[in-house]
């Protein structure tokens, strides 16, 4: 053996039992994985991947994503030899309140975690955004001359991530649009949690990932450091397409009774077993968490390898900067986050109309507006553009560049390659959901995706985690109740709404018209610290007459008075959503008429709503009116949170069905008629 041999044996025992204690002392974890992929992991953190441990912001380092999140020591243990700011303590905090090493890593809480990963298959399709991110950033911003957009997305996979159904989604559209620049070590190990792999996944992974249009290889033994230095060197040598590489592996390599099994995937090894383990690799028993000093110098160096390579970026940076003043002004300002100044300039405003307007075509009409000021907007649906209006004309189809195959239906004019803006991400919504967040965690965009709100199911566990780590992304829903008509049951959104508002972090707008609609797209740029969910009406509804109402504007606040009865005070409150609220409006006109105190509160969003002081929640409900009628066409659970016991609820209580829209209404009694009744019951009971 030579020295480096041992060294390098040395640096990769290290990282498996600092796992392995980390986990030991917090008698929790999942040491497997970590003991398994350390030496894959090694020879990607050494001889790849391009980062600076000190600036982990550095905008054109390499990224990397630990897809199978339980194995988060691995990813500790890496972050703090190679110098982040994650410390031996952290380490020995592992999975404890306040600590930077959380159970599962979480990207807005650890230096040098880039995505949240746990819920398998989502780190490795959040990779499919940022290599997609970084490729089209490079189109944009790079110049023949001059490269400053150049990094590469490393993912290590399991096999669990490779099982679910998003990752799926998401290579096979990686392998449509041909990132070359994303690679993936499958930690191929054949064992899962609840035993081996022989017992649910037994397909050939390569064949598949090669029909999807990847490079796969293999390598035969994990721990072979020269067979993995080769199938990396590969993989980055090919740029057409992305890589697989199936390592085949051992889970809980080296512990000597238990290695091979599911049992050490995620309980700790205990201490007679974490004797032996290190016992059977030559590691002192003693001191726990050891690092040899030679081996920590080892991994240090990344320090300043790192330095050097970023200053050397920031040269290139320079160097172009004085040639491409503007262009170098608007990719920092991307990456910052910041929108440019002026951006809503273009925003269109509606002015009262005879005809009515759905939500999601005045949706369009804002998109086409932002589009040009707000070069950071990039997405698209889940193959429903036609539906939901959301594409943004003129400005191309993200696909690999070449010319468009002739006959090519859909696309939406101009560059067809990498620069283009428009995303097609087929029928694929769960992926679309971890692209998008995987765009915006990568920073320089804010990204969008659309379908209808009946299929926000087929997209909540992204949108969960996006609200989670505190990501930028716009969802755009539209057909988003019974209004859709005829589609019936299976397309028409009872419970999707209230779903969404009950994840924390997420912002929900249902805007009443166009004029809110135009207010609500502000409201998701404007937010910087989480997802919005912007949910559109197939139909059309009225545009209201502000000169009579409340401006549009008052939308920031979530909810306010959009008009109430002349000279007496509310004896009953009226609050409509979206397509509702004109309903809502043409009762409280009705009651006005039969002499009755009446108010109509517009409510697009309850998030906003209650982000607001009491106080003004406090003027726009008054405690002592507690005779108040929400109505919105959806589930009625959870209104109360507004009417209170007291108050009633026009809504929905069932599946809807198959007929005309107006038709839905009327059976299912959400007309100015039921609420005007309702609200007189409610008035009468007093
Ligand atoms: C979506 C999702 N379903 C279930 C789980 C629970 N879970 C955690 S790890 C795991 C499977 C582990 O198998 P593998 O991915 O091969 O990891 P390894 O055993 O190699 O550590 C499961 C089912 C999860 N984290 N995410």
Request: net charge neutral; glycine share 0%; charged share 0%.
């Given at each position: 053996m030579t020295d480096q041999t041992t060294l390098d044996e040395r640096c990769i025992n290290t990282i498996r039992f600092l796992a392995v204690d980390a986990i030991q002392k917090a008698n929790s974890g999942h040491p497997g994985m970590p003991m398994g992929a350390a030496a894959m992991a090694y020879v990607l953190w050494q001889q790849y991947l391009k980062h600076n441990p000190a600036n982990p912001h550095w905008v054109d380092r390499d990224r990397f994503i630990l897809s199978g999140g339980h194995g988060s020591m691995l990813l500790y243990a890496l972050l703090h030899l190679t110098g982040y700011d994650v410390s031996l303590s952290e380490l020995q905090s592992f999975r404890q309140w306040g600590s930077k090493t959380a159970g599962h890593p979480e990207s807005h809480l650890t230096p040098g975690v880039e995505v949240i990963t746990g819920p398998l298959g989502q780190g490795l399709s959040n990779a499919v955004g940022m290599a997609l991110a970084e490729a089209h950033l490079a189109a944009r911003y790079n110049r023949p001359d001059h490269t400053i957009v150049d990094h590469c997305t490393y993912v290590i996979a399991s096999d669990g991530d490779l099982m679910e159904g998003v990752a799926s989604e998401a290579c096979s559209l990686a392998g449509h649009l041909g990132l070359g620049k994303l690679i993936v070590l499958f930690d191929d190990n054949r064992i899962s949690l609840a035993g081996s792999t022989a017992l649910t996944f037994t397909e050939d992974v390569g064949k598949r990932f090669e029909a999807y249009g990847w490079h796969v290889q293999h390598v035969a033994d994990g721990n072979d450091l020269t067979a993995i230095d080769a199938a990396l060197h590969a993989a980055t040598d090919e740029t057409s397409c992305p890589s697989l590489i199936s390592v085949r592996t051992i889970i809980g390599y080296g512990a000597p009774h238990k290695q091979g099994t599911f049992q050490t995937h995620g309980s700790p090894l205990g201490p007679e077993e974490v004797r032996a383990a290190k016992e059977n690799l030559g590691w002192p028993l003693e001191p726990a968490f050891f690092i040899p000093d030679d081996v920590s110098a080892h991994f240090r160096r990344a320090l300043s390898a790192g330095e050097a390579k970023e200053a050397d970026w920031e040269a290139t940076f320079s160097r172009y900067a004085e040639l491409y003043s503007d262009e170098a002004g608007e990719f920092i300002r991307r990456m910052s986050g910041e929108l440019h100044p002026g951006w809503d300039a273009a925003l269109p405003t509606f002015q009262l109309d005879p005809k009515s307007i759905a939500t999601r075509k005045a949706s369009e009409s804002v998109m086409q507006a932002l589009a040009t000021g707000v070069p950071e907007l990039m997405g698209g649906s889940a193959d429903l553009n036609p539906s939901t209006f959301s594409w943004l004309k003129g400005f191309g189809d993200f696909q690999i560049p070449q010319t468009a195959p002739e006959g090519v239906q859909g696309a939406v004019g101009g560059e067809w390659g990498y620069g283009g803006r428009n995303v097609h991400f087929g029928v694929r919504e769960h992926a679309m959901g971890a692209i998008t967040a995987g765009m915006a965690l990568h920073g320089g965009f804010i990204p969008y995706t659309a379908t209808f709100l009946i299929f926000s199911d087929y997209m909540r566990p992204p949108m969960r985690l996006a609200a989670l780590a505190k990501t930028r992304v716009v969802y755009i829903f539209t057909h988003d109740s019974i209004g859709l008509g005829e589609d019936g049951p299976t397309h028409q959104p009872i419970e999707q709404l209230m779903n969404l508002r009950a994840v924390p972090n997420l912002t929900v707008i249902r805007p009443a018209d166009a004029a809110e609609t135009v207010e609500a797209w502000r409201m998701a740029l404007l937010k910087t610290d989480g997802p919005t969910a912007l949910v559109f009406t197939r139909q059309g509804v009225p545009v209201l007459d502000r000169t009579e109402y409340a401006p549009a504007e008052n939308l920031k606040r979530g909810g306010y008075i959009l008009w109430e009865s002349a000279n007496v005070a509310p004896e009953v409150i009226l609050i409509g959503t979206g397509s509702e609220t004109h309903i809502a409006l043409e009762a409280g006109k009705q009651l006005a008429a039969q002499g009755v105190g009446v108010r109509v509160v517009a409510l697009p969003s309850w998030e906003l709503f209650d982000q607001q002081p009491a106080q003004y929640r406090e003027t726009v409900l008054?405690?002592?009116?507690?005779?108040r009628v929400a109505v919105e066409a959806g589930i009625t659970l959870g209104w109360e949170h507004y009417v209170g016991l007291e108050g009633a609820i026009v809504g929905m209580r069932s599946f809807g069905a198959s007929a005309p829209a107006q038709v839905l209404y009327e059976k299912f009694g959400i007309t100015f008629e039921g609420v005007v009744k309702t609200a007189k019951g409610l008035i009468k009971r007093k």
């Open positions: 008054p405690p002592n009116v507690t005779a």
